[in-house]
């Protein structure tokens, strides 16, 4: 019985090598394919993945005040933040500051404070009023964003 | 004397005990055959077990890689190639370059400077430093396209982009490189998200593979002696 069963079994070790040996490219194809991938997975982990973490501040400015505008924007892989917005009107800056307070902003982010308040006037500002008129305020912030998981295009 | 008398004694004890040295030589032939057929019993279960875990384990072999085959739909080449402009074999500068000049390209961010990171590069990861001229839009595609629209894979480990003036915008890019080896004895089994993934890379990037080079005949009787 043993013996009957020894020969059942080799036959099979022999149908199975012989659709392996038939089937070896895609063995190798597989192997190659995981192992590539397996590197791709791990070098994509040193992506900062900016696009996403932009498109929310660049949407939240344009919902928060209209004057507001970014001035400049740093994002490195651990989701570290820090960002420029320029405002052409003190009011515009206030509605901003109100906004920056809400549930709504403050839910992108892990960690979020101000680091300075700048104002400046743009040279060549001759008269009072057209020193008025071209101030411009600054507020510096830096933080870290949550891990979003999708990408908008 | 002495020798005599031993060898009668023995002689007649041979005589009267005859069955019972009988019985014993018996039992100890008996008991021998029946350790002997119980290796041998043993031993052939033993192999049945070494050939039915074998056999068990070809049968995974060939069923992960049906299942492979048909998951991939003879796919699986084009994604190894694919893989292989992504990340290759050894560092190739000019698709490094090919592949600066394509993102900039087709998103529009005018790539004007680079610089290779020492700092930052290893073995595996060439780190460049690029700077940058374009609108938000512009910058807004190249986010979109520098991952995979070069045909590498490029990451980013830091991005200053300016908004107002478009013109400070400095991104350092990795560039990736690295022999594949063989580690895993099992056959790894595919899953749709493998799959799905490798088809979302393939729409993103443009790669004209080379077909296999057709051996051109020549027309002429090649000379060996000029003269």
Redesign the interface.
């Given at each position: 019985m043993?013996?009957g069963?020894?020969q059942s079994?080799?036959k099979?070790?022999q149908l199975?090598?012989a659709?392996?040996i038939n089937?070896k490219d895609?063995?190798a194809?597989?192997?190659?394919?995981?192992?590539?991938?397996t590197?791709?997975l791990k070098?994509?982990k040193?992506?900062?993945r900016?696009?996403p973490y932009?498109?929310v501040l660049?949407s939240a400015l344009s919902t928060s005040s209209q004057s507001a505008?970014?001035?400049?924007?740093?994002?490195?892989?651990d989701r570290d933040a820090t960002f420029i917005v320029?405002f052409k009107d003190y009011d515009g800056m206030v509605q901003f500051l109100k906004y920056v307070e809400s549930d709504e902003f403050l839910n992108s982010f892990d960690a979020l404070s101000m680091a300075s308040l700048n104002l400046s006037r743009e040279s060549g500002s001759t008269t009072k009023i057209q020193s008025a008129l071209n101030k411009n305020y600054q507020l510096q912030f830096k933080g870290r964003f949550k891990e979003l998981n999708d990408q908008p295009? | 004397m002495i020798n005599l008398a031993s060898i009668r004694k023995i002689r007649y004890f041979i005589r009267d005990y005859w069955p019972t040295l009988l019985t014993l030589f018996a039992l100890v032939i008996i008991t021998l055959l029946i350790m002997a057929s119980y290796k041998t019993y043993k031993e052939t279960r033993n192999d049945l077990d070494i050939l039915t875990e074998e056999v068990k384990l070809l049968k995974n072999r060939s069923d992960t890689l049906q299942f492979n085959k048909t998951l991939t739909e003879d796919q699986i080449v084009v994604y190894n190639k694919i893989l292989t402009s992504l990340i290759p074999e050894s560092e190739d500068y000019f698709s490094i370059i090919y592949a600066l000049e394509t993102i900039s390209q087709n998103s529009g961010f005018n790539i004007v400077s680079y610089t290779i990171n020492l700092s930052n590069t290893t073995k595996e990861k060439l780190s460049i430093n690029i700077e940058g001229r374009g609108d938000p839009e512009a910058f807004k595609r190249f986010l979109n396209e520098y991952k995979f629209g070069g045909g590498r894979l490029v990451t980013s480990e830091r991005i200053e982009f300016s908004g107002v003036n478009f013109t400070n915008t400095r991104v350092s890019l990795n560039f990736y490189s690295k022999k594949f080896a063989f580690n895993e004895s099992v056959v790894p089994q595919l899953n749709k998200n493998d799959v799905a993934k490798l088809e979302d890379i393939k729409k993103k990037i443009k790669i004209a593979f080379k077909d296999e080079e057709i051996p051109i005949k020549s027309e002429y009787e090649v000379k060996d002696n000029p003269f």
């Open positions: 043993v013996r069963e020894m079994l080799s099979k070790k199975y090598l659709l392996l089937d895609i063995e194809n597989t192997r190659y394919f995981k192992g590539k991938q590197q791709l070098y994509e040193d992506d900062a900016f696009l932009y498109s660049v505008s970014l001035d400049s924007i740093e994002i490195n892989k320029k295009s | -």
